[in-house]
């Protein structure tokens, strides 16, 4: 009985067969309150706030850097375009930093504590952002100024990347089981806000400074614009980062780890455990006032070291297990081919600027670098923004692999419609067709390839194995930034179009290794494998 609770149910998936782990604390909590999934407590809008500013600032540096490269050329080279070397190494440089600290955070996370950790992530980002706006453009040769630039974006990358770990662990360790799925999503919503605020910095500091460039003549002034640009990053940032650092440890991370001398979730019986959970879930899900300093006992702190030196040993052997490597073999490869299209897309947005018109290149250096911006907000306005918003009214509804299949699915059609009818579809049946992609790009995989890692695995290693599928991730993104203008002149931009095809239907392929996370409940499985493992 106790197994048939903890492991498994039988409702029906979108296959009809597929059998998941379920908690009963899901219903626990389903019946415990009449609200929508998707509408969120005071505590829980203050974790948004804290945890969201990191992906705001992902997605608003992923945008600043078109903007960035394209006003370097007229400071650094009368207008000429940048050599392709270094400009893919300062358009990757912060995707390649992202996977140094994925994974350095991650297992940090898990090993030292989230609070111990957290907020660290956050003071990285603010110093590479303040060394980034010291970049020495007129006194450094214009190569020597971009591998100055490069070398912090990757600094800055790092402190992006350990992000992802660390938010995500910190807003599911306290989330309601009921609406776990809904608050990682709309932490992820953020990149899309990112994404159109940074549009909009750009367009109001251009627009300030439209005379001294346009009418002056003065085109170097543009040095100034990617500073702001870039600077303003620094408000968000500062105003999120006592209350990461001050954020106190998560119930249900601390019943994670060892504290009597013993592991909770390997002794506890189920019912002891659930018992906590919903106490912990309902009660105090997402307290974030600070707690007063000496409640650790010696005796705790004496058993915590004892299980950091068990960590990694459990955590090898945790993923030893052929059920538990496939998993994060799904996430890892599903989040890897995402992102190579994802990517792709959208740090080469110049071809699809060049389609509706928008790619600035015809008029004075401010109107290419204005028509630029304006395409920024309409790609982003499009599809962007609204697909991230119907993830989050209806993940608790569909499930998380609906979503993922459907969006892989949805998005390899129109590649294959960008792909096969490049050539010859008219300017709004491009943007259309564009619209479209990004819509299923994050109303599917771009949103639960974050979400998946975060609520299948334990607590107990959850950071580690959300780091390593994130890094996953940002390796396929590394891959499309060095890989696309070299590759669409050799082989031209719609075979470029269809590998990104070939990668949704591979990450349709792996997503069904996965199973459904909806009302699961990691811990819970866990607690019953280990009790497995005891009887044999």
């Given at each position: ?20 782990p ?9 019946t ?8 969120l ?6 974790l948004l706030?804290?945890a969201?500013i990191g992906f705001?600032l ?14 370097l050329?007229y400071?650094?080279?009368?207008g ?14 912060a ?5 140094i600290?994925q994974f ?7 090993y030292?504590?989230?609070?111990a ?11 590479a ?16 100024s ?7 974006r990757i600094i800055?990358?790092i ?6 770990p ?5 807003s599911?360790?306290?989330a309601n089981?009921?609406?776990?799925g809904?608050m ?9 806000w ?8 750009f367009?109001v ?15 170097s ?15 968000p ?6 209350q ?7 119930k ?6 060892d ?11 189920l ?8 106490a912990?879930?309902?009660?105090k ?10 409640e650790?006992t010696?005796?705790?702190?004496h ?18 297990e052929?059920?538990?490597?496939k998993?994060l073999?799904?996430?890892c490869?599903c989040?890897?081919l995402?992102d190579?299209?994802?990517y ?7 071809v ?14 401010w109107?290419k670098?204005?028509?630029?911006g304006?395409?920024?907000i309409i790609?982003?306005g499009?599809?962007?923004?609204p ?11 569909l499930?998380r ?20 009818k ?10 259309v ?7 299923f ?8 390839t ?19 599928s994130?890094?996953s991730?940002?390796a ?8 696309f203008?070299?590759?669409?002149k ?13 990668c ?9 290794l996965l199973?459904?996370v909806?009302d ?7 607690a ?9």
């Amino acid at each position: 009985m106790a197994m048939a609770e903890a492991r498994e149910n039988t409702p029906s998936q979108a296959s009809g067969l597929t059998r998941r782990p379920h908690s009963d604390l899901g219903d626990f909590e389903r019946t415990e309150t009449g609200r929508p999934t998707w509408l969120l407590t005071i505590p829980e809008l203050k974790l948004l706030g804290i945890a969201g500013i990191g992906f705001f600032l992902d997605a608003y540096d992923l945008f600043v850097i078109n903007p960035v490269a394209t006003m370097l050329q007229y400071r650094l080279y009368g207008g000429n375009p940048l050599p392709p070397g270094l400009e893919g190494f300062v358009k990757a440089g912060a995707n390649i930093g992202s996977v140094i600290g994925q994974f350095v955070f991650g297992f940090a996370a898990d090993y030292y504590g989230r609070k111990a950790v957290y907020g660290k992530e956050l003071m990285l980002i603010i110093f590479a952002t303040i060394m980034t706006l010291t970049t020495p453009t007129g006194a450094l040769s214009p190569e020597s100024s971009l591998i100055y630039l490069a070398v912090f974006r990757i600094i800055l990358g790092i402190g992006v990347g350990g992000d992802y770990p660390m938010s995500a662990s910190v807003s599911t360790d306290r989330a309601n089981l009921k609406r776990r799925g809904t608050m990682l999503s709309y932490i992820f919503a953020n990149q899309g806000w990112g994404s159109l605020v940074g549009s909009l910095v750009f367009i109001v500091t251009l627009a300030c400074y439209r005379h001294v460039m346009d009418v002056d003549g003065q085109t170097s002034k543009v040095d100034g614009v990617w500073r702001i640009v870039v600077g303003v990053s620094l408000v968000p940032a500062f105003g999120t980062l006592y209350q990461r650092l001050t954020l106190p440890e998560a119930k249900r991370f601390e019943d994670s780890r060892d504290q009597n001398g013993r592991n909770l979730h390997a002794e506890d019986s189920l019912e002891t455990l659930k018992a906590k959970n919903a106490a912990t879930d309902s009660e105090k899900s997402v307290d974030t006032s600070p707690k007063p300093e000496g409640e650790e006992t010696a005796n705790n702190t004496h058993n915590l070291v004892v299980e950091k030196k068990n960590h990694f040993a459990e955590f090898i052997r945790y993923f030893s297990e052929w059920r538990h490597a496939k998993q994060l073999i799904g996430t890892c490869a599903c989040w890897f081919l995402l992102d190579i299209a994802f990517y792709g897309i959208n740090l080469n947005q110049n071809v699809v600027l060049e389609e509706i018109g928008f790619d600035g290149k015809d008029g004075t250096p401010w109107n290419k670098l204005f028509k630029i911006g304006i395409g920024s907000i309409i790609i982003t306005g499009l599809g962007f923004v609204p697909g991230y918003y119907v993830t989050v009214i209806t993940i608790e509804k569909l499930g998380r692999k609906w979503i993922q299949l459907q969006g892989f699915l949805m998005a390899a059609l129109f590649l294959g419609i960008l792909a096969g009818k490049f050539n010859s579809l008219n300017g709004p049946a491009f943007i259309v067709c564009f619209a479209f992609l990004q819509f299923f790009f994050n109303f599917g995989a771009n949103t639960t390839t974050y979400c998946y890692p975060a609520e299948l695995f334990p607590t107990k290693f959850r950071a580690a194995a959300h780091g390593i599928s994130a890094a996953s991730g940002k390796a396929g993104a590394i891959i499309s930034a060095l890989a696309f203008n070299s590759l669409s002149k050799k082989i031209g931009t719609p075979a470029v179009l269809w590998i990104f095809f070939g990668c949704c239907i591979a990450g349709a392929v792996f997503t069904l290794l996965l199973p459904e996370v909806k009302d699961r409940d990691p811990d819970l499985v866990y607690a019953e494998e280990m009790r497995e493992r005891r009887r044999a």
